[in-house]
């Protein structure tokens, strides 16, 4: 009896469901310590600000949440829905766009707010902003074939 070695195909998938689980496990290490700590821990990712935002899911219908980097912008909140750059948008914005209901904490701040994308014309107003205070989103736009979204938190009310 023999065995074959394992296909470049499912070693590649074997390596990008290891990748997610990873991903998974620190995102749940940083939402826990983000929410202890009040955002001492958590609050800044990478030299930005960070939010922790929690959408439902627009299939399963459980509620998930994201560690989101962030710029304030008057009484708003931006955010870039990049995943990465990996081609995909990610799930949050997904599940906001089909119009669930959105929470954000920034520190021991809860809101419930709006999730809009900015228009082409304000997306170029922004764009070097956010690049220039996280210089690794152009990195994400050059390997992407879309205009990455900007998303504009507008808040509805205090949750606390």
């Given at each position: 009896?023999?065995?074959?070695?394992?296909?470049?195909k499912?070693?590649?998938?074997?390596?990008?469901?290891?990748s997610?689980?990873?991903?998974?496990?620190?995102?749940?290490?940083?939402?826990?310590?983000?929410?202890?700590?009040?955002?001492?821990?958590?609050?800044?990712?990478?030299?930005?600000?960070?939010?922790?935002?929690?959408?439902?899911?627009?299939?399963?219908?459980?509620?998930?949440?994201?560690?989101?980097?962030?710029?304030?912008?008057?009484?708003?909140?931006?955010?870039?829905?990049?995943n990465?750059?990996?081609?995909?948008?990610?799930?949050?914005?997904?599940?906001?766009?089909?119009?669930?209901?959105?929470?954000?904490?920034?520190?021991?701040?809860?809101?419930?707010?709006?999730?809009?994308?900015?228009?082409?014309?304000?997306?170029?107003?922004?764009?070097?902003?956010?690049?220039?205070?996280?210089?690794?989103?152009?990195?994400?736009?050059?390997?992407?074939?879309?205009?990455?979204?900007?998303?504009?938190?507008?808040?509805?009310?205090?949750?606390?």
């Open positions: 009896m023999s065995v074959e070695p394992q296909s470049s499912s070693q590649t998938r074997s390596s990008t469901s290891a997610r689980t990873v991903r998974r496990l620190l995102n749940s290490v940083v939402i826990g310590l983000y929410r202890l700590t009040g955002g001492a821990i958590g609050g800044r990712m990478q030299g930005m600000a960070a939010l922790l935002l929690t959408t439902t899911g627009r299939k399963s219908g459980k509620r998930y949440t994201t560690p989101v980097l962030y710029r304030p912008e008057n009484n708003h909140f931006l955010v870039v829905a990049s990465g750059g990996s081609g995909k948008l990610p799930n949050w914005w997904l599940n906001a766009r089909s119009g669930t209901p959105i929470d954000i904490q920034i520190g021991r701040t809860r809101q419930q707010v709006s999730a809009q994308q900015v228009s082409a014309e304000e997306r170029q107003r922004l764009w070097p902003l956010l690049v220039a205070a996280y210089p690794t989103y152009e990195k994400y736009q050059q390997r992407t074939a879309y205009p990455i979204p900007v998303v504009i938190l507008s808040p509805l009310n205090t949750c606390s």
